[in-house]
């Protein structure tokens, strides 16, 4: 079968994709990932052919930025993570303001520039199933014009279909005068020019592609499909530092690449005041920290490592502990390899993924804003103290490793297509 993936140009969140698109080829599939033109070196890297649609990037970047803006934290502007984080806030206008905004600032940027070309490239190359990032509407009115079978594939805590369920919840509550649909309008605006009417699974897909394992899931009523997550880090070198197991325990520390290190200021965190938190203490601290933030630091405590990037995938098994800023990836590969997490999430689904995690017994959480030295130290003497972390840990790992693996899944894949495919 034929199969297109469709992706925002976000590094992060392609990641998520390779390792099934790579199994559906190598069980002699024919895979295409359609994403727009600047990103097409981004997923040749990855040995995946691309299919560049759209005349430019418009409004999202090839490293992706969750905002980060300080406007999405005043009351009035929703955000889709609120639903989990702050239910308190959710009533009908609050739901209504944050629909009409996302479409506007985020579902239109990521979509409009891919839409037309990616409907003009399924109609040639009449894909039999479409796997989309799930901002990349641009995926599902596609597979509908052409009768293909479409899933969503997850990169995190399904927010989206948990927000969608209470959006129209709340919906059939108004009076029919006050009953908009920013979502859902705007998508039937593009799905009507080619001739398709809408319906509800170009929202949230005929089935969902989820690698996260139980304990960490958030989820909507969606028909919901597990798949074990597998580390992608795209080009990556392991130094020859990580061949060895280390001498003393080893704790990592790494703040991302992304959202956190792309604020004007920096890291949130003081990465200082946590180095000198952790100097006296018998352990490696491998600290994978921005060059720009290296520079920034008075000293460097002699148990400390410092190094701009290591794959997360080579360095958490050395672990005793890791300590992170509770980005998707950093966190699943951690979780992967059963080491207990310190995490300090920000915004976005950071705090979402903490929670779960921390509920769990695999780890701890300090709010970033709230996060100092001395109680990074706090917490993570109790995670290389307390037998009870190593405990859940390898327990969360064991319930990710019972996950069906991209090979195992494509045979299902096969079937789902079958099922929905028009």
Not at 45 to 59: C, I, K, M, W
Not at 114 to 131: E, G, K, S, Y
Not at 394 to 416: G, S
Request: proline share 7%.
């Amino acid at each position: 079968m034929r199969v297109l993936f469709v992706t925002e140009p976000a590094k992060t969140l392609f990641h998520f994709m390779v390792p099934l698109a790579s199994a559906l080829r190598t069980a002699g599939h024919e895979v295409a990932v359609a994403s727009q033109p600047d990103f097409a070196e981004t997923i040749t890297q990855a040995g995946l052919t691309a299919v560049p649609v759209g005349s430019r990037n418009y409004g999202r970047t090839a490293d992706f930025d969750d905002g980060g803006d300080e406007e999405e934290d005043e009351p009035g502007f929703p955000r889709p993570y609120d639903v989990v984080d702050f239910p308190e806030r959710i009533t009908w206008e609050y739901m209504k303001s944050g629909y009409d905004n996302h479409v506007e600032w985020w579902y239109k940027a990521v979509n409009v520039p891919m839409i037309h070309q990616l409907v003009v490239f399924a109609r040639q190359w009449q894909p039999d199933l479409v796997i989309w990032e799930t901002a990349a509407f641009a995926g599902s009115i596609a597979a509908k014009v052409v009768g293909a079978a479409h899933a969503r594939l997850l990169w995190s805590v399904d927010i989206f279909s948990v927000t969608r369920a209470h959006y129209l919840n709340l919906k059939e509550r108004q009076p029919p005068e006050d009953r908009g649909d920013a979502l859902a309008e705007w998508i039937t605006s593009n799905v009507n020019r080619y001739g398709v009417e809408f319906s509800e699974d170009l929202i949230t897909g005929h089935f969902t592609i989820d690698q996260l394992p139980d304990p960490l899931r958030v989820i909507g009523d969606v028909h919901n499909v597990p798949l074990r997550y597998v580390p992608y880090n795209g080009t990556a070198t392991v130094e020859n530092w990580l061949w060895t197991p280390p001498a003393r325990p080893r704790v990592g520390l790494t703040l991302g690449s992304s959202i956190i290190a792309e604020r004007p200021d920096g890291y949130i965190v003081d990465v200082q005041d946590i180095l000198t938190s952790l100097a006296d203490l018998d352990i490696e601290v491998v600290a994978t920290i921005d060059r720009a933030e290296q520079a920034k630091l008075r000293e460097v405590p002699d148990n400390a490592r410092l190094v701009h990037f290591a794959p997360v995938d080579a360095l958490a098994p050395t672990c005793t502990a890791v300590i992170h800023h509770a980005g998707i990836g950093t966190m699943a590969t951690t979780t992967l390899h059963g080491v207990p997490q310190l995490s300090l999430p920000w915004d976005s689904d950071q705090p979402a993924l903490a929670r779960k995690l921390a509920e769990y017994g695999a780890g701890l959480e300090i709010h970033a804003t709230e996060a100092t030295g001395a109680g990074v130290r706090e917490c993570l003497l109790r995670l290389l103290d307390e037998p009870s972390f190593g405990e859940r840990a390898r327990a969360l790992r064991d319930e990710m490793l019972a996950m069906p693996t991209p090979n195992e899944l494509v045979p299902h894949l096969e079937e789902l297509t079958d099922k929905y495919r028009q």
